[in-house]
């Protein structure tokens, strides 16, 4: 008799199987073995895995009269404004920190200019294209 260990569904059984009488020229015969659950020894490991990187959206570049709108890219609550209305920023600074899905998200100046008008505050709950700010 021979053993093997085989896995179903993620549970593991140990099969017997005995070969009966096979002759080379003859079709195979099938096989009946008796299968019974194997138990589970030992501990249990737990594995870590990383989430997926996952690309991240940024603001839509949208102008209007005043200048260009900063909306936010998905819903979250500011925790962070790193500048003032009237404080110059260049595309690409870091203006804004958004915590979504318990990330922390930097949405970034989609131009260069000046900081015309905010319209968040600190602990602001925000939707998908809610406009943050205006550069102009």
């Known amino acids: 008799m021979k053993q093997f260990k085989i896995k179903v569904d993620g549970k593991e059984y140990l099969v017997e199987v005995e070969e009966v009488g096979a002759v080379e020229s003859s079709p ?3 096989v009946i073995a008796k ?3 194997k138990e589970r020894t030992g501990e249990t490991k737990k594995v870590e895995t990383k ?5 991240e959206k ?16 998905l819903p979250g609550k500011i925790l962070k404004i790193n500048f003032l209305e009237g404080d110059s920023v260049n595309e690409g600074d870091t203006v804004v920190i958004l915590e979504a899905m318990k990330m922390e998200n930097e949405i970034l100046a989609n131009s260069s200019g000046k900081i015309k008008k905010i319209f968040v505050a600190v602990n602001d709950m925000v939707e998908t294209d809610d406009t943050l700010l205006i550069i102009g």
């Open 28 to 30: 195979a015969a099938p």
């Open 35 to 37: 299968v019974e659950p």
């Open 51 to 55: 989430p997926e990187k996952t690309e």
């Open 58 to 73: 940024q603001p839509a570049l949208v102008s209007s009269a005043e200048g260009d709108e900063l909306k936010a890219p």
